[in-house]
Each structure stands twice: as C-alpha cells, then as structure tokens.
C-alpha cells in the first residue's frame, strides 16, 4: 500500500513497510521534490511487485519518517536516515522504539518481548518445515 497526500503545500509519499494486516505495522513517509511530485504525474505499474520496488526505491538513502502504529493509528514516530534497504531500516526503528520502552533492568518485559518475536518466527519455520 502506497500514495501521496498532501500537508502544507508539500507532498508526501508514504508506504506501509511490510505488511498492515496485522495490529502493528509499521508506515513511512518522505517530503517529495516539487521535480519528483512532476515525475509521478502519469506512473502506471503492471503488477504491484513493480510499485513496491519503484515506491522504496524513492526512500533509499532519504531522510524519512518512520512510524509505528497499533490498529492503524500512529504511536510512535521519528525522524530516520535511511539506508539502501527500507524494510532493513524499518527492523532497525522498530529494535530502537522497542529498547527505548524496555528499562534495562526490567526482565519480564525483555522476556515478553523475545516471546512476541518468538511467536512471529517460530509459526513460520513449523510452516516452512
């Protein structure tokens, strides 16, 4: 899922990174040029797989925002340099919020936190078995 919204005059470009069909997701969003907003004017894609690659192609090594929502509504949001990759990027900001939210000291939080990944990882290797 991508498009373009427009705020103050600008326009924005923003992306689900990943996927949105699960309560957390994760969206980012990128100031467009006045030159790229003119280049979009009249893009079609054949198939979705081209969109994506075209719409992260936009955010390589841009500063961006990137965002964190439960139930589709922002939590938690900030300003990133990133990188080649966006979802590498995205897996990178969502470490950082999660390790901002977990006192060092508190374990059970560090524990509940390694068993909601263990829940996502382990599902898909018994899947792919």
């Not at 003119?38 to 841009?62: C, I, N, P, Q, Y």
């Not at 060092?104 to 078995?129: E, F």
């Amino acid at each position: 899922m991508a498009g373009t919204v427009m705020v103050d005059e600008r326009t924005i470009l923003f992306t689900v990174v990943g996927d949105a069909n699960g309560v957390v997701s994760i969206w980012a969003y990128l100031d467009l040029t006045p030159n790229e907003v003119e280049d979009l004017r009249g893009l079609e894609f054949d198939t979705d797989e081209e969109l994506r690659d075209f719409v992260a192609s936009k955010f390589s090594h841009r500063r961006a925002v990137l965002a964190l929502a439960h139930d589709l509504s922002l939590r938690e949001w900030s300003p990133v340099d990133l990188g080649e990759d966006l979802l590498e990027s995205a897996v990178k900001f969502v470490q950082d919020v999660v390790r901002s939210h977990t006192p060092s000291d508190d374990q059970n939080m560090k524990l509940q936190a390694s068993l909601a990944a263990a829940d996502v990882v382990i599902p898909q290797d018994l899947v792919q078995a």
